[in-house]
Antibody, heavy 126, light 107 residues
């Protein structure tokens, strides 16, 4: 059974940093790209960042570029999001998500998320 | 970045109604689009991928269509468990974008 468990959220002051983690199990983690998606309270879904299976391709939303860093440790089956210079507008529930197809499916695969964690809440406030 | 314009933002419908939600992309995205259902306090659930392929385990009353810039999610006969918020998501490039969401409420 695929499981994604986020951790590391909490209350943090504006301008400070926080590191989120996502522990994966139930699938071959190093075969899949992974993403972070967030949802502010009462708002819609917003893609934050994504990383390929081998960390060779990484992308960020404009709203977090230069402040957030995504990484993964395939040996530990873990995904991370280092969040620096946090702002009030970063307050949200942060989900990690696994894509549908492993990297070796290449162009015949599908790369939308099919499994999500339950999220970790980040609150940025003084 | 590719913008996804989803409409309507909300709708009221009755059990048994046919419901249609649309998403328009700011540029062509082939069929690189999915539809998600989200219920309060829960993570999103994948319904449709590649614009029209039904995810395993999803009831056949859900269907998707479209290609290029215009996409549609249809629920053929709305059931009580379908009252939720629905989002489209494009994965044409590595910079995903979601639609704004459509809240389906009970009339």
């Amino acid at each position: 059974e695929v499981q994604l468990v986020e951790s590391g959220g909490g209350l943090v002051q504006p301008g400070r940093s926080l590191r989120l983690s996502c522990a994966a199990s139930g699938f071959t983690f190093d075969d899949y790209a992974m993403h972070w998606v967030r949802q502010a309270p009462g708002k819609g879904l917003e893609w934050v960042s994504g990383i390929s299976w081998n960390s060779g391709s990484i992308g960020y939303a404009d709203s977090v570029k230069g402040r957030f860093t995504i990484s993964r440790d395939n040996a530990k089956n873990s995904l991370y999001l280092q969040m620096n210079s946090l702002r009030a507008e970063d307050t949200a529930l942060y989900y990690c998500a696994k894509v549908m197809s492993p990297y070796y499916y290449d162009s015949s695969g599908y790369y939308l998320p099919d499994y999500w964690g339950q999220g970790t809440l980040v609150t940025v406030s003084s | 970045a590719i913008q996804m314009t989803q409409s309507p933002s909300s709708l009221s419908a009755s059990v048994g109604d046919r419901v249609t939600i649309t998403c328009r992309a700011s540029q062509g995205i082939r069929n690189d689009l999915g539809w998600y259902q989200q219920k309060p306090g829960k993570a999103p659930k994948l319904l449709i991928y590649a614009a029209s392929s039904l995810q395993s385990g999803v009831p056949s009353r859900f269907s998707g269509s479209g290609s290029g810039t215009d996409f549609t999610l249809t629920i053929s006969s709305l059931q009580p468990e379908d009252f939720a918020t629905y989002y489209c998501l494009q994965d044409y490039n590595y910079l995903w974008t979601f639609g704004q969401g459509t809240k389906v409420e009970i009339k």
